[in-house]
Every structure is written in C-alpha cells, then in structure tokens.
C-alpha cells in the first residue's frame, strides 16, 4: 500500500486536494438540480473520505513534527502564508472529518427536504473548512478556516434547523463569536511582539513572551476553544444548537466542531504558551472546570426529557474528560484525551444519527414517546445499545480507552481531580440506561410505535462502520496510540520543558537563532526576557 | 496468533516463553474463543429471527416460532451451538487442567497483542494460567455447561431463544476473561462485560418495566463498585508502572511497608468493586432483584460464577490484602455482617427465588469473611462447592417454577408461581426435583458429609483460629466474627429448611385445577440437576483437613484427596500465608471458646441438623394459606426482615432522590437561569448597543476609520498593560 501511494506521490498533493475537493464539490452540487444534490454531494465527499484513507499508510510520525509539509506565499506583505502539514494528532482529526462527513450527507438524505442545493453545497463547504483548520499551520490560515466553518453551521442551523432555530443560530454565532474575536486580537498581539513579521507556526512558538503576557493570551486562547469545546459554564450554546439543528448537522457539530477547540488546546494553546498552560494555578482551573463538566452535565442529562438534548450535554461530560486528560499534562492524559476525542466523535455522532432515524419516523424527539420499540426495530435497537455502550466507556469499546487513559494520566499528576472525574463513570450510566431503557424497552404500549420501521438498507451503511471503528478502537487502539505518540511528546515536552530545552537548544543553534532573531540574547531565560512589546517596533 | 505484538508486551511474551518450558498450555486462548464463537452465532441467529417477530408484530400478527410441526432453524440450532461450545469449551479446559504440572511454580503468561500501549503503559491482551486461574476456569465452563444444557428445557419454548443463548455464551466470554486475564486491566474487561451481560440477562425480557428497572439498578450499583476497582488500579500503577498481575505481586512487599496507608487504599477500593460484583454491604441491594432475569441465569449469573467475581479478585490480590491487615478485618467485617443480615431476610422471604437470592448474598458472605482473615483457600473452597449445591438450589426452583408456569396457565385466576405460599406438597409431583433439592439443602446447611459442610467449616475454623493468634491485632474483632459466623450457620440450616417444607412438603395449594398440571421436569433438565446433586454430595472431598481426616469427618482417615485443594492453590497463596504468619503470629489450635477443630466440626454439623429437624417440625406445623389470602409477616420484626432492613428505601431518600433533585436544580437554575439568563442579557445588552451605536453610522469614512483606530488602540494596549 506505502509503494502504490508512493508511486502516485500521494504525499505531494493529498493535503490539497483534502481542502480543495470539497470545495469543487460546493461547487458541482450548486451547478446541478436540486433532486441530484444529495447524491453528488454524497460522492464528493466519499471521494475526499477514501483519498484521506492512504494517509493511515502514507503517515509516519517521525519524530512527532509535521510532514507533508508545503508553505506557498498568500499575502507576503503581511508575513502569511498558505502552509499546511500534518502530524500525529491533526492525522486523526482529519481522518474523522473526512469519514463523519460523508457519514453525516448519507444520513441526511431522508431528513433534508428543503432547499437541498443549498444544503448540501453548505455541508461540503463546512467540510473544507474544518479540514483546512486541522492542517493550517499558518495561524493567519488557521483563523481564516476556523472563522469559516462558523459560516456554514450558522446556516445549517439557522434554516433547516427546528422551531427554535433563529434563537439557537445566533446563540451559537454570539457565543464563538465573541471567543474568536478575543482570540484575533491575542492572534495579533503575539505577531506583533514576537517581531518576526510571520504568521507561522515557528515564529508563534518561539515569540518569546513574559509569563505575564503567556497568561493573558492564554486566557483569551483557551475562552476562544474553549467555548468550542464547549466546557463549563461556556456550555449552553450546545444543547440548544444540537437540539434545533438538523441530524446531519448535529453529527458534524458533535464528531468534528467540537474537537476544533480541544484540538486547538493541543496545537496552539499548550505550544504556544506553555509557561501559562503548566502553571499551576492555570491547571488547576482548567482540570476543575473539566470535572465540573463531567459530573454536572451528566446530572443534567439525566433529567433531560428530549432525547436530543440529553445526548447533547453528554457531550459536554465527555470533553470534560478531553480537558482533564490534557491539562494533567502527563502522556497517558494527553494520549487518552486524543482518544476520547476520536471516541466521542464516533460514539456520539452515532447516538446523534439514530436519533435522527427515529425523528424522522416518528418525528418526535421526547423519550416518552417511545418505548418498546427494541420488540419492532431489533436491528435498531441492537446498534442503540452497542453505540450507547461505547459512549458510557464499556471495556471493550472505544470509550472506555480513552477515559481510563484520561482518567489514569490524571490521576498520576492529580489524584483527587481523577478521583472525582472516575464519578463520572457512574453518573454516566446514571443518564444513559434510563434513556435506553425508555426508548428500546419497557411496553411497547403506544399504537404509532407499532410501525416503527427497522433499519434500512442504507442506514445499516451507515451504522455498520460506526459500530465497526467502536469495537476495533476498543479492542485493539495501538495502532492509533503509536501514531499519536510522538507528536503527543512534542507537545508534552513542549509544555514541561521549555527553558530547559530553550537553554538546550542554544548552545548548538546560537548561530541560526542569532541571525533570525538578534534582538533575543542567547544566554537569557525566554522566562525572564523583556515583554517584546516594549522592544522599539521594526517596520517590516 | 501473535499478531501485532508490540515492542512493550514482549516482556511478558518473554515471560511465557521461559515458562513454556515448565509446561505448554493446550490451545488456552480457545477455551475463551470458544464463548464468543457462539455468542456471534446465536446473535446472529437472534437477529435474523428477531426479523420475523417485529415484521408480525408491525402487521398486528402474533408470530410463535413453535406453532408448526418443527420449529424453524433459528430456534433449532442454539440448541446446539450454545451448550456446544460450553462442552468443548470445558474439555478443553479439562485437558489443560490434567496437563498442568501440579507443582507449577510460575504462572504460564500467553500474549496475544498489545491492547493498550502507550508511552508509559503497557498492556496486553494476554491469558494467565495458575492454578487458581484454572480452578475458576473448571467452575466456569463446566457448572456453566450444565446450566447451558438446562437452559434448553427451561427456555426451549420462549421466543427469544436464540438471543437468550448469545447473551449467555457471552456472559462466559467475559467470564474467562474475568478470571484468565493476566493483569488488573483485562480483568477489569471481564469485570465490566459479566456487568454487561447481566444487565442483558436480568432484563431479558424487557417488555416487563419491572425487569428492565432491574437490571439497570444492578448495572449502576455495579458501576458504583467499578470506580473503586479503577481507582486501585490507578495506585497500582503509580507504585509499579504496570497493571500486570506477575510483576506487582512480586514486588509488593518491597514497595509497601505492612500496613501502611497506600497499601490500605488500594485494598479498600478493591474491596468496593468487590463489594459491588458479589452482592455486599453496603452494595447488596441488586442481587434480590436480579432474580428477574431467568431462573437459569440467576443460577449460572447470580450464584455460580459472576458474583463470586469479587471473592476471586481478592483471592487473586491475596498478597495485597494480607499487607493490609486493617483492610483484611474490613472486608472480613464486611462478609460476616453481610452473612447475617442476609440470612435474616432470607427467614421472611415467600418468593423461592429471594430466599435463595438472599441465601447467595449471604454464603458470599462467607467467602468474603475467609478471604479477609486469610483463609484464601477456604473461600475459594466455598466458591466451588456453592457453586455446586447453588447452582442446583436455583435449577432445582427453576423446575419447579417451569412446573408451576404450566400450572397456573389452566390455573383460575393469577397465580404467582415464585410464591411458595402458593406451593407446598410438590413432592409427589415432582420427586427427583424435591430429592436433589434436599441433597443441596443439606449441603449449604453444612451437614456431614454433604459439601458445604466441609467448606463453611474450614471458614469458621480459620476464623477462629486466627483470632487467636499471638500478635493479631484484630484477635477480639476476628473472636467477634466467629461468633457471628456461627449463628448464621444456624440460620442458614433454617430459612432453607423452610423453603424445602414450604415448597415440597405438606398440602398442596396450588389450587384444583392448576394441581394437575403440575409435572416432573423433562430429562434435559433433571439430568443437570443429577450431575449437580452428586457434586454437591461428594464435592466437599477435595479439601478434607488434616485435622479432621482422622475423625469421624474423614471417615478415619479412609477419605483420599486430604487437603488437595490447599496443596493445588499453594503456589498462589504461599506468599500472603508467609506474610501473614510474619505479621500475625502462627494461627491457634483452639477456638476462642476453647475446643478444638474435630470438636467445633462437630458440635457444628450436630448443631445444623438439630436445626433442620426443629424446622421441618415448626415448618411443617404451621399452616399456610395461598398468597392471594395472606397479609404477610405479623410483628415488627418480621415485618423488617421481610422489608429487607429497608435499604432499598433509604437509599432512595438519602441517595437517589437528592441526586435527582440536584440533577433538576442544576438544569432549572443554573443551566437555564444564571447561565442563559446572563447570555440573554448579553444579546438584548448588545442589541441595545447595536441601536445605539447605529446613530454613530454616519457614512463618513474618516469617521469610521477613527472608530476603528481607536478600538484597536484600546485593545491593544489593554492587553500590554493590563
């Protein structure tokens, strides 16, 4: 498979086409007629899913950097470039968007019936968007692309969305809105000072910032991704978007939008400033707004009445897990979190098209409107409960890998923050087995759930490899681990160790560092160098 | 097999080679495939029939898989499939079991792939073969396929057969796994799939509210215990980087001081997902009604095998346990009391299979009290033989209760057949049933030379014995416990008795015209219940004390296999018995009461028939009208017992009701409220601004170009100076 994709030189030209396709696509379906929409967009992005598929071949880790990487000039006067690449966390993140995407478009076929061109032109185009955020590593790109995908779901949400849909667009507009802007301006402030004149990844790393500056920036990062992720109190904007949006875009909202913040921790937040992410009291905040968030949305989710709704705050106990997992700053967290990351999306995204199935024959999304109907739909009722399974971390399925690796990594650093995070597992059961029992079980005593269709054909598609990817990570995740290993590392030995490798480092690089950087003296701690905003400003 | 190994799990892949040359196992991982094999057979069977049943049930059909002459492949084939793979699955196990050197002295480690590798853990996919691992491996297989074989009579005619069969074979998947995983972690596998499979099994037939509520109150309650279980292992790996079994009990005593606080911890929360697992104070409450599911599954679930789970994990971690003696009293505290509180419950209980639910919780109870003074053996003992005679309490009420269904059918009137008011006199309808069941009776009542006798002797006896030793600290607490391990013996003798009379005995009061449908179990179900009756009769023969084989318990000295058990198991426990002794002292030879083991032996068999006899003859006396007549229990004690102590309504008003109201104040008030009250504001806040601000909307450039210098100036230099 590495000679045949070799021989294409499929490393040369995959991360574009993975940002570009979809774009052509966008494209193709706004040319045809409404009726052939869904299929074109359907092809289009399962085209993009197989292309992406070599990458589980072709990548290598290395030593943890990116590879693939390509920088073209974009906008040379301001220092920003068209740079991408990809390394061991971004593969994944790219991987899932990629197959959750073409996932989502298949599953939506029965549930969009309006506007369709519109639709689906809007599903590709947010699929660009999310994928050029994951392999932007210019941070001028990376913002145009996150900026972009905000676009798209706002429509999704806004149009083909519920009755509260106006309320839960602008809600969830206002609320990454106001975190992005935040985070332009600390964009900006860390281009201007770190003097460099660049927007790349490089010049961000070694921007040389004061503790004090770190804090700031870091606090106006970590608002930004985490209103994405979303964690508590920064979580409200969720459950209303997921409840009014339509299944396919609740499924792109669950598997990828949110990764989009924790992904943003793991590559800009902890690089970037790492003195403020170590720093206790900033890990400490972190880590108890992460507990938080599994204990507290799981006891809102076990009141939930709309199943939706339910499903939604899951996804904020589940990240819970992603954040706790990431600021322990220990390998097996951060490696647990990238898994829980992967989990959810699958798990999730799963619960959230089920969901959709039922809405659409039943159109209700109240539990109480259902039980029995596992005695009507037992093929439904069999990938409810194995998807419900995997996303209450039972051994054997992808989530249980990702929160005992979260939970195991946090406990070695944080033992009393671990110890109430392992709650959760309880609390997890706590809200999911009542709503299956209600749905699935009990009597099926309410004449309209009698004719509850089994799966179709074309839903076992869908459900098939979702069910497949819970199981294989659950029971043999290495060869996931082992490819996001060393860049874990990079990022870990980044945040543990950056005066002591920075002072490393100088002995042998003085020459090069020096010339690109005459104002830093090699001898001195970047800790305790002058805040460069009080270095005169060069015009370049 | 060894696919994928990973650099990180070839260290134990070199472990198993080195042991290879003691021993090479037959085929082990089989004996665990073997399971899933059939469990993906059934369910694929399951579906495809499930298919018909919801396409008759979407037209308003009734769809009964046994209305023709032959019932179709679906409902055929599990048949063989299920018990099937038990039967190959446990002459496997047999060969191994033959095979192994009986002086093995390491355990044999079989990787098959890394399953979890980071950089800084390891663990593998791997099998470990000792022999405590191989004696629950025989329990497992061989009792589960016994009851696999019974399950064909007792669910031949139900629906769900072939789905009944694929949670079955997968319950023992994760079973084996459970008790052949080579680490904390794979067991952890096991330990959550059997939670798995009972929440299935319990809720079987989940078209009844009441099931389904059943099985996920032992599913959450399970779960409650899982965090324990998670959390030691989260100090094990703190202390010893690996969750591996070999490498943490070899360096156990190096790394903790006897006693100390980190070794206490890890003990106590194995003690809570142990107490979870087996049913005990303060987590008991699941088991009761867990007797929703199949009488089978009760029997193979909920008696033989899962929830013993617990009593084999600190078998396992004897080591661990015996270097915390404070964390040994506990869970010896915990299984006496739990002992007794059970068998309190189970003297007022009407339905046959809570009096056997809570004789389960009570005889874990046992094993749970052998394991915390150090008697590894002797529980592990107790675990096999009730296995036995339990498991045949259950298959025995599962025949009655077969009986007793087809009886209420032509029955006038609702009829509950669990309701032994409701029974009485089916001896004579049923006498190899009542026979068998009177065989496990005595067992579990600890009468010579049933098996039970020699294994709850051998508990109580080490109980005492080590109260009394020189140097234990807790010598007064373990005298206590003896003393309360002793009554509940007594206990045991009776509630069981009762149900025997009650059910068997005196006037029959089924009713007239349901009476006569009464019938005797068909062979596919009596001829387990035969095989179980002569383990449970001969059973106990395995581990005969030296002390007592010279005695009328040992026939003088004619009994063979004295002390085999204690001999098979002491590769695994030697090194807590070392530990033991160095902290404790050698145990006694006289109880706290004076007397010696033959005396005790003795005075206690005498003591337990002398119970037997008084309650046929109080039992047998009372009369007892059918339960649709009968008020309950009279007095206040009896009312309480009957109540269950009440645990399940105070759990209710301290735990379950605060959680969900809390659970409702967060949605309501803060979620909704403070939260969605400040964006709210926010957004109208900004829509106010945004009006305001719109005079400024001038359409003069320079006055727009100002505006935006001066907002990126304020911002910019906020965040210099700020």
Redesign the interface.
Known sequence: MTGLLASILYEDWILHALIWLPLVGTAHVLLTSAERAKDIAFRWSALVFVLSLGLWWSFDPGDGGFTMVSTAPWIESWGVSYALGIDGISVFMVLLTTFTSAIAILGSFEYVKKRRKAFYALMLLLEMGVVGFFLATDIFLFYVFFELTLVPMYFIVGIWGGQRRIYAA??FF??TAVGSLLML??I??VY?SSGTGSFGYEAFMNAGLSLREQL?LFAAFALAFGIKVPIF?FH??LPDAHVEAPTPGSVILASVLLKMGTYGFLRFLLPFFPEAARHPVVVMVMLVLGVVGII?AA??A???PDAKKLVAYTSVAHMGFVVIGVFAL???GL?GGMVVMISHGISTGALFLLLGMMYERRHSRLIEDYG?I??????FA?AFVITA?ASIG???TSG??GE??A??GT??TH?VV??IA??G??F???YM??MV?RV?????DKPEN?????LTRREMAIMAPLVALMIWIG????PF??RM?PSI?VVLERVEGAPRAAVETMEGATMVEATVNPVEDPSADPAILP?P?NVPARED | MVTGVSAASLASAGMAVQAAAEWQPILPGLIVLLPLLGFVLNGILALQSARHSSAALREGRDWDPFAGARPPATHRLPTWIGPGVMGLAFALALLNFLGMPADLHDPVVVPYWGWIVTGDLSIAAAIQLDQLSMVMTLVVTGVGFLIHVFSVGYMGRDPGYPRYFAYLNLFVFFMLVLVLGSGFATMFVGWEGVGLCSYLLIGYWFSDREKSDAGKKAFIVNRIGDVGFLLAMFLLFNGFGTLDFIPIFAGAENHFAAGGVTITAITLLLLLGAAGKSAQLPLHIWLPDAMAGPTPVSALIHAATMVTAGVYMVARSSVLFALAPTSQAVVAGVGVLTALVAATIAMQQYDIKKVLAYSTVSQLGFMFMAVGVGAFTAGIFHLVTHAFFKALLFLGAGAVIHAMHDAAHHGDGHLDEQDMRNMGGLRKYMPVTCAVMWIATLAIAGIWPFAGFFSKDEIIWYTAAWAGAESNPFGQLYAVYWGLALLTALLTAFYMTRLMVMTFHGANRTGKAASSHLHEAPNVMTVPLIVLAVLSVFGGWINVPNALSDSFAGLWGSLPMTEWLHHWLEPVTHTAAEIQVAGFGEAAHAAPAGGGEVAWALISTVAAAVIVAAAVMFVGRRKYVPAAQDAGPRGALPRFVYNKWYFDELYDAVIVRPVLALSRWCWKAIDTVVIDGFVNFTGNFARLAGWATSLFQTGQVNMYAFVLTLGVLFVLGAAVFL
């Open positions: 602008i809600k206002l609320y301006v600390a900006l402030y201007f700031w109190p409200t904007w507290y006891w809102v076990a009141v939930q220990t390998l097996n490696q029995g596992g005695r009507v739909a037992p093929w069999t399974l039972l051994p054997g249980f890998v005992f690796l939970l195991l406990f070695e033992m671990a110890a392992a709650t597992v309880v997890a059961a706590y087995l009542p029992q699935l079980f009990n009597k099926l009698r004719t509850f269709a089994d029971v043999h995740p290495t681990l082992e290993e590392e805040a905003a």
